[in-house]
C-alpha cells in the first residue's frame, strides 16, 4: 500500500475502517452517502482501488472510469431519481474545493438543483 492509500480517508471507507451509509455496492465499487450532504439525494461512488483523480483514473484505468459512470446511473436508478433527474460531478484542485484525494463521482439530485459554476460567496 502507498502513503497516498496508507493516508486515504476513501481508502479507509472501503476497508470499513471509516463508518459509512452504503448504497451500493459490487466487487469493484463502493457507493455511500455524502456526510454533507449538498442535495436531497447526494451519494458519492468510488471505485475500490484507489486513483488519485478522475484524470488518472481515465489514463491508467479506462474501464474502470466506465464502470464508476454505470454504478452512478445505477445509483440513480435505486435512488428512484432516474427520471427527475441528476448530475454527475467530479471536482479536481482548490477552486473546485477538492478535499479527498482518491477518485469519486458526486450523484445528486432529488431537488431541482441551483446553477453551477459560478463563485462561492459569503455574506
Ligand atoms: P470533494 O470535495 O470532491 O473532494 O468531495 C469530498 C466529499 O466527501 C465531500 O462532499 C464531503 O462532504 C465528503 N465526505 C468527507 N468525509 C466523509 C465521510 N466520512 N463520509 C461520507 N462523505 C464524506
Ligand atoms: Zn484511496
Redesign the pocket.
Known sequence: MSLAEADC??CK?VAGD????AVYETGTMYA???????AET?V?VVPRQHYEDAAVLAAEAPDLLADVLLAGADVARQEGIEESGYRF????GPD??????HA?L?VLGGEQLGLFGRPHRTG
Open positions: 480517508l476513501f471507507i471509516v463508518p459509512s451509509l455511500f452517502r455524502d456526510i454533507n450532504p449538498q447526494h458519492l460531478v467530479f471536482n479536481t473546485a474545493g477538492r478535499t479527498v484525494f469519486h458526486h
